[in-house]
């Protein structure tokens, strides 16, 4: 998906999240170890999220995009910073008519938050990436793995309840499998739902 859609797309999930401006999502909770001043809500640092979305890679003679999904969790070092780790299934490609190309992402991140309202931030998260790819054909399952790499993403982020953040984000990993071969990417966007503890 190109840059500006991608944009595009952000800026329309924080105008309709815009309702929830009122809601105090940055407030001292981090400060406290606490997501919210309610008692029955979150009471630490740590959430977990399950995500799906597009995956889009420019490795040759792949003919479609997959679906890709993924389950990260994190903690909250203060309010403008988080570490997270995440595995990412990167779905099935049609490579030829009889040969599909299958992919999984582990990786590391620092993610930087900044807050656009009270209810909305924007992130950027920088990491570490292994990035696992294979063919499947006739039963017969051909591994890739490729060295790490690093990785990018960046997205919103909106409190949608008391203890449940909604996030759209754009990641890209790289694929490279030795110093001399060619340097691929796969472009994942994605919606991911957010249950903090």
Partial sequence: MKLGKIIVMLLLVMVSASSYAARDYYDDRYDRGSYSNSSSAATSRFYL?????????DI???SANAISWSLFAGT????NLAVEVAYTNLGSTDVGATTNLKGTVYSLNLVGNIPVTKSISMFAKFGFANTGMYTES???VNPTYSLGAPTIGLGVQANVGRQTDVRVAYDNYKFITSSTSPTYNADITSVSLIYKF
């Fill in 49 to 57: 999220a399950f995500g799906a979305g597009s995956m889009k890679t």
């Fill in 60 to 62: 040759p003679g792949l």
């Fill in 76 to 79: 909250a070092i203060n309010r």
């Fill in 138 to 140: 006739g039963g017969t």
